[in-house]
């Protein structure tokens, strides 16, 4: 009944929740230097991007995309 469509509802949301915490949304800044992948709203995973840490992310090529560090860089060796 209506108790199971809250309970779905509320679900869908944390769930949401969730995905929006964990991702990065254009013109953030980046935490991290590294390469990012584009994920899609519905999870779908689309092309990375080599993004500098403090640097804003760019735009995404579909609307309420986000972004999720795939490879860190690490810079603090001066290798790259």
Do not use: C, H, W
Not at 32 to 57: H, W
């Amino acid at each position: 009944g209506a108790s199971r469509k809250a309970v779905a509802a509320v679900i869908s949301l944390l769930s949401m929740a969730a995905a929006k915490t964990n991702g990065l949304k254009p013109g953030q800044t980046a935490p991290a230097s590294g390469q990012y992948q584009t994920i899609g709203p519905k999870g779908g995973k689309g092309n990375e991007v080599t993004v500098s840490k403090g640097e804003k992310m760019p735009p995404t090529p579909k609307p309420n995309s986000t972004y999720i560090l795939v490879d860190p860089s690490d810079n603090k060796s001066g290798k790259t």
